[in-house]
C-alpha cells in the first residue's frame, strides 16, 4: 500500500493555500453581505445563486466558478476584485467613492474630476512643484525629449530606470530576473519618492510600464506635471526597431497585434497624465519645442495655484 502524503509534499501545501484561499474569498463575501445589510436569503434572491450554494461558499468549502462569483458581485454592486484580490480590498472612503462615481454619467464623471481637481487645487498644486515626468509606451520618446526638455527649462534630469539600477546595484534585466516584476515595482515606487523627496525641479523620463502599478503611478500624478508622451502604434514600433531592438521583428504581425493591445490597455492610464504630446509625424526639435510650451504652460498654471 502506497505511503499516506506528508504535510512537505508539494501539491499539499498547495491544497492548504487553496484551502486558505477559499476560507477567505467566503469570510470577503460573508462580510460584504453583512455591511450590505443582506441576508444569506436576499442574496440568493437578487444573484440567482441558491442558498445553499452560498452557504458553502461563505464556509470555504464551494470553489466557485468565474460567472458565479460575477452573479454574486453583481448582485452587491461591487467589483469582482475586491472579493478575488486578497490584500488589496478598497478602503471604506475609497468604495464610498466608487459607488458614487458607479452611478455617474461619462460627463458627470468628467465633471467631478474637475470639481475635485478644483477643490483640492491648492494641495495638488504645491505637491507637484516643478517636477515634469514623461510616460508614455517604448519609443514614444521620453528618453530623447527628457534631456532637452530639463535643459530648455535649466532643471535637473533623472531617467527613472536607470536611476533605479544605480540605486540597486544591477541592471533591468537582473532585477527582473532575479528578483522579480513585484520587487521591480516597489524599487521604482521608493526611487520615485526619494526623487520627489529631494528634488522641487527636474524632468523624470519614467519606464512605460510605470502606469501599472497604481500606487507609484498616483504618486507620480500628485506629486509631478505628468505629460503623456504619444506616438501612433506604427510609429513606436518602427522607432523602437531602428534602435536596433530586433525582438519586435519575431514575428511582427503578432508583435504589432502586441503593441496595439498594450497601447489599447494603457490609454486610459496614459490618459491621467495633465497634458499630452503629440510626436508623430515630427521631428525631434519641434517636438521639443511643443513640449516645452506644455510644460511653461502646466508650471504657469501650478504658479497661478501656489498660495
Ligand atoms: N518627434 C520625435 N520625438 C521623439 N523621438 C523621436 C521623434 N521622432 C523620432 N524619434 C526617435 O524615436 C526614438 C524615441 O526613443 P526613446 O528611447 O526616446 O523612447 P522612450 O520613450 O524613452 O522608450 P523606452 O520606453 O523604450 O525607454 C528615438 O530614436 C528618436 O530619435
Ligand atoms: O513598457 C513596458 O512594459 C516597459 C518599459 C520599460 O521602460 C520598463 O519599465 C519595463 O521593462 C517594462
Ligand atoms: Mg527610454
Redesign the pocket.
Known amino acids: 500500500m502506497a505511503a499516506p502524503k506528508q504535510a512537505t509534499d508539494p501539491s499539499r501545501r498547495e491544497d492548504a493555500s487553496a484551502v486558505d484561499y477559499l476560507t477567505e474569498l467566503g469570510a470577503r463575501v460573508r462580510a460584504a453581505r453583512a455591511r450590505r445589510g443582506m441576508t444569506r436569503k436576499i442574496l440568493a434572491h437578487d444573484s440567482g445563486v441558491s442558498e445553499r450554494y452560498l452557504a458553502k461558499l461563505e464556509t470555504g468549502e464551494g470553489n466557485i466558478s468565474v460567472l458565479v462569483l460575477r452573479q454574486i458581485a453583481d448582485a452587491m454592486d461591487m467589483r469582482m476584485l475586491d472579493l478575488v484580490s486578497v490584500g488589496e480590498q478598497l478602503s471604506p472612503q475609497m468604495q464610498s467613492l466608487y459607488q458614487l462615481a458607479r452611478q455617474m454619467t461619462e460627463q458627470e464623471l468628467a465633471q467631478a474630476n474637475s470639481i475635485l481637481k478644483e477643490a483640492l487645487g491648492h494641495k495638488t498644486g504645491r505637491a507637484k512643484a516643478k517636477r515634469i515626468s514623461?510616460i508614455?509606451?517604448?519609443?514614444?520618446?521620453?528618453?530623447?525629449?527628457?534631456p532637452i526638455l530639463s535643459e530648455k527649462l535649466g532643471f535637473g534630469f533623472i531617467?527613472l530606470?536607470k536611476q533605479i539600477e544605480q540605486e540597486f546595484g544591477a541592471t533591468l534585466a537582473e532585477i527582473f530576473s532575479l528578483a522579480g516584476q513585484p520587487s521591480f515595482r516597489r524599487f521604482e515606487r521608493r526611487c520615485l519618492q526619494d526623487i520627489i523627496e529631494s528634488h522641487d525641479e527636474i524632468v523624470i523620463?519614467t519606464?512605460?510600464s510605470i502606469v501599472a502599478d497604481e500606487k507609484t503611478f498616483s504618486l507620480l500624478v500628485q506629486h509631478t506635471h505628468v505629460i503623456w508622451?504619444q506616438?501612433t502604434p506604427g510609429?513606436h514600433m518602427s522607432?523602437?526597431v531602428?534602435?536596433g531592438?530586433l525582438r519586435p521583428m519575431a514575428g511582427s504581425q503578432e508583435a504589432m497585434a502586441d503593441l496595439k493591445q498594450i497601447l489599447s490597455a494603457r490609454e486610459p492610464l496614459y490618459g491621467r497624465a495633465d497634458e499630452v504630446c503629440n510626436?508623430?509625424?515630427?521631428?525631434?526639435d519641434?517636438?521639443?519645442q511643443n513640449l516645452l510650451e506644455i510644460a511653461e504652460g502646466l508650471l504657469a498654471a501650478n504658479s497661478d495655484q501656489s498660495p
Open positions: 514623461l508614455g509606451l517604448r519609443g514614444a520618446g521620453k528618453s530623447t525629449l527628457g531617467e530606470n523620463s519606464g512605460g508622451l506616438a510609429e522607432r523602437v531602428e534602435q531592438d510626436t508623430s509625424g515630427r521631428a525631434i519641434e517636438t521639443a
